[in-house]
């Protein structure tokens, strides 16, 4: 199937359900990505943001529902051309050279993109690493190397998951400056965050996810008008209830500390 660029959302995500066993953890969540657009992905630890991401970059076959990438379904293997994903966790394999591996991901895609690598490393700062074995690598610097193979084929629709876990403030300011241009020169970029602040300055749009399925969507200042809140973060804990249950947690807290107290 030829790809449909220029047309309708870069990615369409419709229905899509996940179940492991008998426990649904995604349920009929559906979003779209258009040219052009930051998306951020938001929720509590559990919600189902990997999954999603996941199910839309194909990494995961959907129990119902289904992504499209520029007109392509995500079960297609062509639109494996279309995307890039940077990971939260997979691990990298440890014996290959940081350059290995990008010039890897090359071949698997058919290309030669060898100068939009260079060019992605130096600006990470990771150029004068790509000789050293992966093992040798630091947090940050697998996950900067993660972001260059991922974006050094420029493709229409960008997936990241957390990307800024771990990154130092430079590589922080350099990754948000990418993705920054990366929406501005026409890409879509989905990307899982518990960064509030860095969604709410850096997302056109936001889904919000609680317990798999959607809580709240839209662009960060509507969200906060009619939530009538002064943060995405507000919105965030009203949205997924976490006022009633952090207001829980610290009455419990502080039930076990003076339980303790009045022992000694
Ligand atoms: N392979 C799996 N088998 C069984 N359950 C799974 C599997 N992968 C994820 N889950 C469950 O699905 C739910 C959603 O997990 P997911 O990793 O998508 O959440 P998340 O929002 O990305 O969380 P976090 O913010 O902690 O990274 C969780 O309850 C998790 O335990």
Do not use: W
Not at 105 to 129: T, V
Not at 157 to 174: I, M, Q, S, Y
């Amino acid at each position: 199937m030829e790809a449909d660029l220029g047309q309708g959302p870069v990615l369409s995500a419709g229905g899509l359900t996940k179940r492991f066993g008998r426990r649904t953890v995604l349920d009929t969540v559906s979003f779209t990505v258009a040219e052009g657009e930051v998306h951020g992905l938001l929720g509590p630890n559990g919600s189902g943001k990997t999954t999603c991401l996941h199910l839309v970059t194909g990494l995961l076959a959907a129990d119902a529902g289904a992504a499209v990438i520029a007109g392509v379904p995500v079960h297609d293997k062509v639109s494996r051309a279309l995307l890039g994903m940077a990971p939260d966790d997979l691990p990298l394999p440890a014996s290959l050279t940081g350059g290995e591996y990008l010039r890897f991901h090359d071949r698997m895609r058919g290309r030669d993109d060898a100068r939009s690598a260079r060019e992605l490393a130096e600006a990470f700062g990771l150029a004068g690493e790509l000789d050293r074995q992966i093992h040798e690598y630091s947090h940050g610097m697998k996950r900067k190397l993660q972001v260059v193979a991922a974006t050094m084929h420029r493709p229409p629709l960008l997936v990241l998951d957390e990307p800024f876990r771990g990154l130092d403030p430079e590589a922080a300011v350099t990754l948000r400056r990418l993705v920054g241009s990366y929406a501005d020169s026409g890409g879509a970029v989905l990307l899982a965050t518990h960064d509030m602040l860095r969604a709410q300055r850096d997302c056109h749009r936001v889904t919000i996810l609680h317990s798999g399925s959607i809580a709240a969507q839209g662009e960060p200042y509507q969200l906060r008008q009619d939530h009538g809140a002064a943060t995405l973060e507000d919105v965030f804990l009203a949205a997924t209830d976490r006022e009633g249950e952090q207001a829980r947690r610290a009455d419990a807290l502080t039930a076990v500390l003076r339980e303790g107290d009045e022992r000694h």
